[in-house]
């Protein structure tokens, strides 16, 4: 799907605006045949990955290049208050298990370490403190642990692909390498592309996703 330039961005302010839960009235939109770029400023970290998710939802988006930076309203936040903070939001989760994720935070920045099982665990670690006050930006260097992996996981996920409503499987290359799973070919859309990875992160003993799909 093509779209103007000024369409495409009326279109991604407009979703913005549609967004109760973010703040947008600081995003500049720019649009060039596709790729969209977002500039200016957010309150917080959580407002700019609400405002990246938004535009890709948008028909025509073929890319965006994320510019956006955090600032916050009044004084800076101490990092130590920061850091009780996320470990607070850390234990409150009922998807990341006790105690085994940390968080170390300096200037803002905050770097989660640690071991989990499971991929939706190491993700509901960096969404728990995406909401803490202070948060500039995230790395996130929690490890999956490895478990047994089938032989014919690239299969299982092939058919995964194929009872969803939303992947198109016949243009999506499935294969592994180990506890490694890599996506090849392309996906009609971004929700599309990421029900793939979603998708092949569920499959059992895989402990990275290697995303090469384009969108079409």
Same mark, same amino acid.
């Given at each position: 799907?093509?779209k103007?330039?000024?369409?495409?961005?009326?279109?991604v302010?407009?979703?913005?605006?549609w967004?109760?839960m973010?703040?947008?009235?600081?995003?500049?939109?720019?649009?060039?045949?596709?790729?969209v770029?977002?500039?200016?400023?957010?309150?917080?970290?959580?407002?700019?990955?609400?405002?990246?998710?938004?535009a890709?939802?948008?028909?025509?988006?073929?890319?965006v290049d994320?510019?956006?930076?955090?600032?916050?309203?009044?004084?800076?936040?101490?990092d130590v208050?920061?850091?009780?903070a996320?470990?607070?939001?850390?234990d409150?989760?009922?998807?990341v298990?006790?105690?085994?994720?940390?968080?170390?935070?300096?200037?803002?920045?905050?770097? @989660?370490? +640690?071991?989990?099982?499971?991929?939706?665990? =190491?993700?509901? %670690?960096?969404?728990?403190?995406?909401?803490?006050? !202070? /948060?500039?930006?995230?790395?996130?260097?929690?490890?999956?642990?490895?478990?047994?992996?089938p032989?014919?996981?690239a299969?299982?996920?092939?058919?995964?692909f194929?009872?969803?409503?939303?992947?198109?499987?016949?243009?999506?290359?499935?294969?592994?390498?180990?506890?490694?799973?890599? @996506?090849? +070919?392309s996906?009609?859309?971004?929700?599309? =592309?990421?029900? %793939?990875?979603?998708?092949?992160?569920?499959?059992? !003993? /895989?402990?990275?996703?290697?995303?090469?799909?384009?969108?079409?």
């Open positions: 799907m093509h103007p330039n000024n369409l495409l961005e009326l279109d302010k407009d979703e913005f605006e967004d109760p973010l703040d947008d009235t600081r995003i500049v939109v720019k649009a060039d045949d596709g790729r770029t977002l500039t200016g400023t957010v309150p917080t970290y959580y407002d700019e990955t609400r405002a990246v998710d938004d890709w939802t948008v028909g025509g988006v073929r890319d994320n510019e956006l930076l955090v600032g916050l309203v009044g004084g800076a936040m101490a208050d920061v850091s009780v996320c470990a607070n939001a850390l409150a989760d009922r998807f298990p006790n105690g085994s994720v940390s968080a170390s935070v300096d200037n803002g920045w905050v770097t @989660l370490t +640690g071991q989990v099982r499971h991929h939706y665990q =190491r993700q509901a %670690a960096e969404h728990a403190v995406r909401r803490v006050d !202070g /948060v500039l930006g995230i790395t996130n260097d929690v490890v999956i642990s490895s478990e047994p992996i032989s014919d996981v299969d299982r996920i092939k058919k995964a194929q009872r969803s409503a939303i992947i198109d499987d016949s243009l999506i290359e499935v294969s592994n390498v180990g506890h490694t799973i890599y @996506l090849d +070919g996906a009609g859309s971004y929700a599309a =592309r990421s029900e %793939a990875v979603d998708t092949a992160w569920a499959a059992p !003993g /895989v402990t990275d996703v290697v995303d090469r799909l384009v969108i079409v």
